[in-house]
């Protein structure tokens, strides 16, 4: 995942951020959302909640 983040970010694909940080923000946050039981949030809610959420800080950071 890391690599492949950095890769975009070189390639321009993406915008400049903090890719080893981001990389370990996306997993151990994915891996609480999905381990605990949310029985009132289906799998699309939290998959969507984690792609807003991911998406919308890799582009407030790389703003700053």
């Known amino acids: 995942l890391e690599k492949d983040m950095q ?3 070189d390639a321009g694909i993406v915008p400049n951020f903090p890719v080893s ?3 370990s ?3 151990s946050s994915s891996i609480d959302i999905f381990s605990d039981s949310h029985d009132e949030y289906s799998t ?3 998959v969507q909640f984690l ?3 991911f998406l919308g800080g890799i582009e407030r950071i ?3």
Request: charged share 30%.
């Open 21 to 23: 940080m981001m990389t």
């Open 51 to 53: 792609g807003d959420l």
């Open 7 to 9: 890769i975009a970010v």
């Open 25 to 27: 923000a996306m997993i």
């Open 44 to 46: 699309e809610a939290r």
């Open 62 to 64: 790389s703003k700053k």
